[in-house]
Protein backbone atom coordinates (compact mmCIF):
# COMPACT_ATOMS: atom_id res chain seq x y z
CA UNK A 1 0.00 0.00 0.00
CA UNK A 2 1.02 3.57 -0.41
CA UNK A 3 -0.12 6.37 1.88
CA UNK A 4 -1.21 10.13 0.11
CA UNK A 5 -0.08 12.61 1.40
CA UNK A 6 -1.77 14.67 3.88
CA UNK A 7 -2.29 18.83 2.85
CA UNK A 8 -0.11 20.80 4.52
CA UNK A 9 -1.94 23.76 4.83
CA UNK A 10 -4.04 21.75 7.49
CA UNK A 11 -3.42 23.18 11.54
CA UNK A 12 -4.78 20.70 13.25
CA UNK A 13 -4.42 20.21 17.21
CA UNK A 14 -1.92 18.05 19.25
CA UNK A 15 -3.51 14.58 19.40
CA UNK A 16 -2.61 12.37 22.26
CA UNK A 17 -4.17 9.43 21.01
CA UNK A 18 -4.97 9.42 17.07
CA UNK A 19 -7.32 6.74 16.02
CA UNK A 20 -7.42 5.61 12.19
CA UNK A 21 -10.76 4.19 11.04
CA UNK A 22 -11.96 2.77 7.91
CA UNK A 23 -14.85 5.06 6.43
CA UNK A 24 -18.04 2.89 6.08
CA UNK A 25 -18.82 1.67 2.47
CA UNK A 26 -14.66 1.50 1.46
CA UNK A 27 -13.38 -1.49 0.32
CA UNK A 28 -8.92 -1.61 0.85
CA UNK A 29 -7.98 -2.15 -2.49
CA UNK A 30 -7.61 0.44 -5.42
CA UNK A 31 -7.66 3.70 -4.27
CA UNK A 32 -9.67 4.74 -1.20
CA UNK A 33 -9.42 6.69 1.77
CA UNK A 34 -8.90 5.98 5.31
CA UNK A 35 -9.81 8.55 8.23
CA UNK A 36 -7.81 9.36 11.15
CA UNK A 37 -9.79 11.03 13.82
CA UNK A 38 -9.24 12.61 17.40
CA UNK A 39 -11.71 12.78 19.85
CA UNK A 40 -9.49 15.01 22.34
CA UNK A 41 -11.00 18.52 24.03
CA UNK A 42 -10.59 19.85 20.40
CA UNK A 43 -11.59 17.16 18.46
CA UNK A 44 -10.52 16.66 14.34
CA UNK A 45 -11.20 13.94 11.67
CA UNK A 46 -9.51 13.81 8.60
CA UNK A 47 -9.05 11.62 5.28
CA UNK A 48 -5.74 10.66 4.09
CA UNK A 49 -5.55 9.00 0.40
CA UNK A 50 -4.46 5.06 0.24
CA UNK A 51 -3.61 3.05 -2.93
CA UNK A 52 -3.62 -0.83 -1.89
CA UNK A 53 -2.35 -3.06 -3.97
CA UNK A 54 -3.81 -6.50 -4.03
CA UNK A 55 -2.31 -8.96 -6.40
CA UNK A 56 -3.62 -12.34 -7.29
CA UNK A 57 -3.88 -14.57 -9.91
CA UNK A 58 -6.96 -14.21 -12.36
CA UNK A 59 -7.81 -16.66 -15.02
CA UNK A 60 -7.49 -14.89 -18.58
CA UNK A 61 -8.78 -15.87 -22.18
CA UNK A 62 -6.26 -17.82 -24.02
CA UNK A 63 -7.72 -16.71 -26.79
CA UNK A 64 -10.74 -14.94 -28.00
CA UNK A 65 -13.86 -16.94 -27.44
CA UNK A 66 -16.90 -17.12 -28.61
CA UNK A 67 -20.35 -16.19 -27.44
CA UNK A 68 -21.89 -19.72 -26.47
CA UNK A 69 -18.44 -21.17 -26.29
CA UNK A 70 -17.71 -24.02 -23.75
CA UNK A 71 -14.94 -22.98 -21.74
CA UNK A 72 -12.05 -26.13 -21.65
CA UNK A 73 -8.77 -25.77 -19.81
CA UNK A 74 -7.21 -24.55 -23.08
CA UNK A 75 -9.24 -21.60 -23.41
CA UNK A 76 -7.70 -20.32 -19.95
CA UNK A 77 -4.46 -19.05 -19.02
CA UNK A 78 -3.36 -18.05 -15.51
CA UNK A 79 -1.87 -14.13 -15.15
CA UNK A 80 -1.29 -11.80 -11.99
CA UNK A 81 -3.26 -8.91 -11.44
CA UNK A 82 -4.44 -6.41 -9.13
CA UNK A 83 -7.69 -6.97 -7.81
CA UNK A 84 -8.02 -3.40 -7.23
CA UNK A 85 -8.21 -2.38 -10.78
CA UNK A 86 -11.02 -5.21 -11.84
CA UNK A 87 -14.32 -5.85 -11.36
CA UNK A 88 -15.21 -7.49 -8.32
CA UNK A 89 -16.43 -10.60 -10.28
CA UNK A 90 -12.93 -11.46 -11.71
CA UNK A 91 -12.60 -15.34 -11.47
CA UNK A 92 -9.51 -16.23 -9.56
CA UNK A 93 -9.65 -19.98 -10.03
CA UNK A 94 -9.81 -22.24 -13.64
CA UNK A 95 -11.95 -24.51 -11.81
CA UNK A 96 -14.87 -21.95 -11.66
CA UNK A 97 -14.74 -21.04 -15.14
CA UNK A 98 -14.46 -24.88 -16.69
CA UNK A 99 -17.36 -25.72 -18.74
CA UNK A 100 -19.21 -22.76 -18.17
CA UNK A 101 -20.82 -21.02 -21.49
CA UNK A 102 -19.39 -17.10 -22.37
CA UNK A 103 -22.33 -14.91 -22.78
CA UNK A 104 -20.48 -12.43 -24.97
CA UNK A 105 -17.25 -12.74 -26.83
CA UNK A 106 -14.26 -12.45 -25.01
CA UNK A 107 -10.80 -10.95 -26.15
CA UNK A 108 -7.51 -12.79 -25.64
CA UNK A 109 -5.82 -11.91 -21.96
CA UNK A 110 -9.19 -10.53 -20.98
CA UNK A 111 -10.02 -11.71 -17.61
CA UNK A 112 -13.22 -13.96 -17.41
CA UNK A 113 -15.46 -12.73 -14.86
CA UNK A 114 -18.81 -14.24 -13.72
CA UNK A 115 -21.35 -12.28 -15.05
CA UNK A 116 -19.82 -13.38 -18.35
CA UNK A 117 -20.35 -16.77 -17.63
CA UNK A 118 -23.39 -18.86 -17.69
CA UNK A 119 -23.66 -22.52 -16.42
CA UNK A 120 -24.80 -25.00 -19.23
CA UNK A 121 -28.10 -26.47 -18.48
CA UNK A 122 -28.34 -30.26 -16.91
CA UNK A 123 -31.95 -30.56 -18.04
CA UNK A 124 -33.12 -29.65 -21.74
CA UNK A 125 -37.20 -28.54 -22.06
CA UNK A 126 -38.63 -31.87 -23.62
CA UNK A 127 -36.05 -34.04 -22.01
CA UNK A 128 -37.37 -37.25 -20.04
CA UNK A 129 -36.47 -36.41 -16.39
CA UNK A 130 -36.24 -38.67 -13.33
CA UNK A 131 -38.60 -36.93 -10.58
CA UNK A 132 -37.19 -38.02 -7.10
CA UNK A 133 -39.05 -37.87 -3.84
CA UNK A 134 -36.60 -38.43 -0.75
CA UNK A 135 -37.36 -38.71 2.86
CA UNK A 136 -36.21 -40.76 5.80
CA UNK A 137 -35.32 -44.10 4.76
CA UNK A 138 -37.32 -43.95 1.41
CA UNK A 139 -37.13 -43.02 -1.83
CA UNK A 140 -39.49 -42.73 -4.80
CA UNK A 141 -38.94 -41.78 -8.26
CA UNK A 142 -41.08 -41.57 -11.94
CA UNK A 143 -40.60 -40.68 -15.25
CA UNK A 144 -41.99 -36.76 -16.86
CA UNK A 145 -40.95 -34.12 -19.36
CA UNK A 146 -39.02 -31.01 -18.46
CA UNK A 147 -41.16 -27.45 -18.97
CA UNK A 148 -38.12 -26.06 -19.44
CA UNK A 149 -34.38 -25.73 -19.53
CA UNK A 150 -32.13 -25.40 -16.32
CA UNK A 151 -28.75 -25.06 -14.90
CA UNK A 152 -27.81 -27.30 -11.30
CA UNK A 153 -29.45 -26.19 -8.44
CA UNK A 154 -31.97 -24.03 -10.32
CA UNK A 155 -36.27 -24.90 -10.59
CA UNK A 156 -37.08 -27.24 -12.80
CA UNK A 157 -40.47 -27.47 -13.99
CA UNK A 158 -42.32 -31.11 -14.96
CA UNK A 159 -45.38 -31.87 -16.54
CA UNK A 160 -45.60 -36.07 -15.13
CA UNK A 161 -47.16 -38.61 -16.71
CA UNK A 162 -50.86 -37.52 -15.74
CA UNK A 163 -50.58 -33.84 -16.96
CA UNK A 164 -49.86 -32.51 -13.71
CA UNK A 165 -46.89 -30.34 -13.60
CA UNK A 166 -44.71 -30.12 -10.50
CA UNK A 167 -41.22 -27.97 -9.67
CA UNK A 168 -38.22 -29.59 -8.56
CA UNK A 169 -34.10 -28.48 -8.31
CA UNK A 170 -32.56 -29.90 -11.42
CA UNK A 171 -29.58 -31.81 -11.15
CA UNK A 172 -26.92 -33.77 -13.05
CA UNK A 173 -28.11 -36.77 -14.79
CA UNK A 174 -32.21 -35.22 -15.55
CA UNK A 175 -32.74 -35.63 -11.73
CA UNK A 176 -35.41 -33.52 -10.59
CA UNK A 177 -35.97 -33.76 -6.55
CA UNK A 178 -38.92 -32.40 -5.26
CA UNK A 179 -40.14 -32.10 -1.64
Known amino acids: FTLGTIDARLNL ?32 TIYIPVSVKILADVV ?14 S ?14 AVI ?4 QALGRIATLSIAPGQPLR ?3 LRSPPVIQQGQ ?6 LGRGFQVS ?7 NAV ?3 VALVRTATGRTVSGIAHLGGIVDIQ
Open 13 to 44: HACAAPEAFIPPGVRLWGNASVGVRCDGSKPW
Open 60 to 73: VAAHELAQGQSIQA
Open 75 to 88: DMTVRQADLGELPL
Open 92 to 95: TDPR
Open 114 to 116: QDL
Open 128 to 133: TVTLRA
Open 142 to 148: AEGRAVN
Open 152 to 154: EGQ
